[in-house]
């Protein structure tokens, strides 16, 4: 049965969202008003747009979600979790600086808990915001453009996972394995790291990312101890293919990456494991439009599906291969233009070394956003979890309620 106390800490954030509905409804300001605005507080009496006139744009967004593992796994139960994030974006033109330079800082703060640790024990996480508490500036980095956006450079402390590895089509799945291959030590969430970016597009049809990158994934959060910790590094290259078939766009990517940090050799059953000097791998990544609602009209309404591959060697991760996929399909429902339902299934196999009672983990994802307004969605969603962990238990049932309001 569950304490006061409990539901109490889980629903303060979506009765504080209803109480700033409530007043800004009573000061005069209608629904209709609130439905047509892309935050909830618009404006802020021209501070937004003064602001932007000088070259300094801002979000400030606040994802709520709780998860409930009903069947399965470790034990029953669920829990809440918070993102508090401020992101800023400056434009050197727009500020009468210089071309083509853009400033952006990610400051963040997180709270509550996951599940994934307590009552399921999934490798492949089930939620894409769980890690520890923390309140850090998560990305701090400058971009410029070169020869007519043809040519750019981006460095600082930055998350990779912006660059390389994704997959248009699976940004919306709640799973951290469709952000990026769980076979990649990438330097991502929760702790970015610094580095260094080149892209090229010298036609439609192709485009390259190649980045260099502190070497180890949780190397460190602190901006003043990155010279103490400086490890690897992390070189990445991901050659893409722009294409359109039967009039819709995919986009398929070929990426590799090679680590210079020592990796201690996997394999529970070796009291003296062996150290690698360096690791490597390889992964792909497919997107494609299969169908759009209104062909002629700049809209999102339609499906599109997207496919990944991971590769490491097993002896040096644990994981060897993954494989994901799934189908995203806005504007499902009549009048619900915004909307997304999303479906997925996502694949890993464990190494050998790890010593676990099943090969592999898979999990099912279902979702479907409810855009309620500009700024503010809601995303029921059902995740089945198949040998989470490997470590022989039951299957997991996880349902879960994502809230995002922008501010």
Same mark, same amino acid.
């Given at each position: 049965?569950?304490?006061?106390?409990?539901?109490?800490?889980?629903?303060?954030?979506?009765?504080?969202?209803?109480?700033?509905?409530?007043i800004?409804?009573?000061?005069?300001?209608?629904?209709?008003?609130?439905?047509?605005?892309?935050?909830?507080?618009?404006?802020?009496?021209?501070?937004?747009?003064?602001?932007?006139?000088?070259?300094?744009?801002?979000?400030?967004?606040?994802?709520?979600?709780?998860?409930?593992?009903?069947? &399965?796994?470790?034990?029953?139960?669920?829990?809440?979790?918070?993102?508090?994030?401020?992101?800023?974006?400056?434009?050197t033109?727009?500020?009468?600086?210089?071309d083509?330079?853009?400033?952006?800082?990610?400051?963040?703060?997180?709270?509550?808990?996951?599940?994934?640790?307590?009552?399921?024990?999934d490798?492949?996480?089930?939620?894409?915001?769980?890690?520890?508490?923390? %309140?850090?500036?998560?990305?701090?980095?400058?971009?410029?453009?070169?020869?007519?956006?043809?040519?750019?450079? %981006?460095?600082? %402390?930055?998350?990779?996972?912006?660059?390389?590895?994704?997959?248009?089509?699976?940004?919306?799945?709640?799973?951290?394995?469709?952000?990026?291959?769980?076979?990649?030590?990438l330097?991502?969430?929760?702790?970015?790291?610094w580095?260094?970016v080149?892209?090229?597009?010298?036609?439609?049809?192709?485009?390259?990312?190649?980045?260099?990158?502190?070497?180890?994934?949780?190397?460190?959060?602190?901006?003043?101890?990155?010279?103490?910790?400086?490890?690897?590094?992390?070189?990445?290259?991901?050659?893409?293919?722009?294409?359109?078939?039967?009039?819709?766009?995919?986009?398929?990517?070929?990426?590799?990456?090679?680590?210079?940090?020592?990796f201690?050799?996997?394999?529970?059953?070796?009291?003296?494991?062996?150290?690698?000097?360096?690791?490597?791998?390889?992964y792909?990544?497919?997107?494609?439009?299969?169908?759009?609602?209104?062909?002629?009209?700049?809209?999102?309404? &339609?499906?599109?599906?997207?496919?990944?591959?991971?590769?490491?060697?097993?002896?040096?991760?644990?994981?060897?291969?993954?494989?994901?996929? &799934?189908?995203?399909?806005?504007?499902?429902?009549?009048?619900?233009?915004?909307?997304?339902?999303?479906?997925?299934?996502?694949?890993?196999?464990?190494?050998?070394?790890?010593?676990?009672?099943?090969?592999?983990?898979?999990?099912?994802?279902?979702?479907? %956003?409810?855009?309620?307004?500009?700024?503010?969605?809601?995303?029921?969603?059902?995740?089945?979890?198949?040998?989470?962990?490997?470590?022989?238990?039951?299957?997991?049932?996880?349902?879960?309620?994502?809230?995002?309001?922008?501010?």
């Amino acid at each position: 049965m569950f304490k006061i106390s409990y539901l109490k800490r889980r629903i303060q954030p979506f009765v504080f969202v209803n109480c700033i509905i409530l007043i800004l409804d009573n000061s005069g300001i209608t629904q209709e008003r609130l439905r047509e605005r892309d935050s909830l507080f618009g404006d802020c009496w021209g501070f937004r747009s003064s602001l932007a006139e000088q070259g300094l744009t801002y979000d400030l967004i606040y994802t709520a979600e709780f998860f409930r593992n009903v069947s &399965g796994a470790i034990k029953n139960g669920g829990d809440y979790r918070g993102d508090l994030s401020l992101f800023l974006e400056f434009d050197t033109a727009k500020a009468g600086w210089w071309d083509n330079g853009t400033f952006f800082i990610h400051l963040q703060e997180q709270h509550g808990y996951g599940i994934t640790d307590q009552y399921v024990g999934d490798f492949q996480v089930l939620s894409n915001i769980d890690a520890d508490d923390f %309140k850090q500036i998560s990305e701090i980095w400058y971009r410029h453009m070169f020869f007519n956006e043809l040519f750019w450079i %981006k460095m600082g %402390k930055m998350e990779a996972n912006e660059d390389f590895a994704f997959v248009d089509y699976g940004g919306e799945f709640i799973n951290s394995s469709p952000g990026f291959s769980p076979t990649i030590p990438l330097v991502t969430f929760p702790d970015q790291d610094w580095g260094i970016v080149f892209g090229i597009e010298p036609e439609e049809w192709f485009s390259m990312n190649v980045g260099v990158y502190q070497g180890r994934p949780d190397g460190g959060r602190s901006i003043g101890s990155t010279l103490d910790n400086l490890f690897g590094p992390m070189l990445m290259i991901e050659p893409a293919f722009h294409y359109i078939l039967a009039g819709h766009p995919g986009h398929f990517r070929i990426g590799g990456w090679w680590n210079g940090d020592r990796f201690d050799e996997i394999d529970v059953n070796n009291p003296n494991p062996g150290v690698y000097s360096e690791s490597y791998g390889w992964y792909l990544t497919w997107d494609q439009e299969v169908w759009k609602e209104n062909p002629d009209e700049n809209s999102e309404q &339609g499906i599109g599906v997207f496919a990944q591959f991971g590769w490491a060697p097993e002896k040096r991760w644990e994981i060897d291969r993954y494989i994901g996929g &799934g189908v995203h399909w806005t504007g499902a429902i009549p009048s619900r233009d915004d909307d997304i339902i999303g479906l997925g299934v996502f694949n890993v196999n464990f190494s050998n070394g790890m010593g676990t009672v099943d090969d592999g983990e898979t999990a099912i994802e279902l979702f479907y %956003k409810w855009q309620s307004m500009a700024w503010l969605s809601l995303k029921p969603e059902l995740q089945y979890i198949i040998n989470p962990g490997g470590a022989g238990s039951d299957d997991a049932l996880v349902i879960g309620l994502r809230c995002e309001i922008v501010f």
